[in-house]
């Protein structure tokens, strides 16, 4: 029966082309839990978002879903709420840079070296941030994605703790080879939150905390 109902709400929400059943689903007579637990895990992801759209309850009811872990590693988006706590790494920071200068050529093999400023560690941020519920997970990341030769760092990101201040954010989980991964999470924008940037390259305390990025 659900399976029936499911396909007949991807008709009409799914981007397909309606059909006249589906435009007389009564889904607000339908109870909470038979929504989340029972109807909802036939839809695909398209269909749920476009559902969540419709009306308050129904957006209630599919962040619900999505808040569920073994829900959104099936389907790979989350549902972040206020007052999360996540380590966050952001977009690698250029130490160096490539020169065309002739004195870098003689002296630093072509390279410049880059100071970098509490504002480069900010605009880090800024976008493309991945969470981490694992501080270790976090610096983990940190320590894959650096760049050295010979002991000399050209680009590494930096580390922040965050604490959301936004109500509801949708985020999508990092895919591995197991599958989706519940622990590490990429959002396109943080959106309100405070930040503490925790970089050890940057001294903390010239990188004050920030209410919204």
């Known amino acids: 029966m659900f399976k029936k109902m499911a396909s007949l709400i991807t008709g009409t929400y799914g981007g397909k082309q309606e059909t ?3 435009e007389n689903i009564p889904l607000s007579t339908v109870p909470k839990e038979v929504l989340i637990d029972d109807l909802f895990p ?5 269909t749920l978002i476009n559902l969540r759209a419709t009306s308050k309850e ?3 009811f599919v962040n619900i879903f999505l808040k569920i872990e073994r829900n959104a590693k099936i389907i790979g988006l989350t549902v ?3 007052d999360s706590h996540f380590y966050a790494v952001g977009k690698n920071v250029a130490y160096k840079v490539f020169s065309d200068s002739i004195w870098d050529a003689i002296l630093n093999d072509s390279f410049k070296n880059i100071d970098v400023t509490p504002d480069d560690i900010r605009n880090s941020f800024s976008s493309g941030v991945t969470l981490f519920k694992s501080e270790k997970a976090a610096k983990e990341k940190i ?8 002991q000399v760092l050209y680009e590494k990101p930096c580390l922040a703790s965050v604490n959301l201040q936004e109500d509801v954010i949708l985020a999508k989980l ?3 080879k197991i599958g989706y991964n519940p622990n590490i999470i990429f959002v396109q924008r943080l959106g309100k939150c405070q930040i503490q940037y925790l970089d050890d390259i940057v001294s903390i305390e010239s ?4 209410e919204v990025i």
């Not at 036939?42 to 398209?46: A, C, G, S, V, Y």
């Open 143 to 150: 320590k894959r994605e650096t760049s050295t030769f010979n």
């Open 58 to 60: 129904l957006y209630h």
């Open 207 to 210: 990188v004050p905390v920030s």
């Open 80 to 82: 972040l709420y206020k």
């Open 20 to 22: 006249p059943q589906a």
């Open 174 to 176: 990092e895919r591995d």
């Open 42 to 46: 036939f839809l695909d992801l398209n």
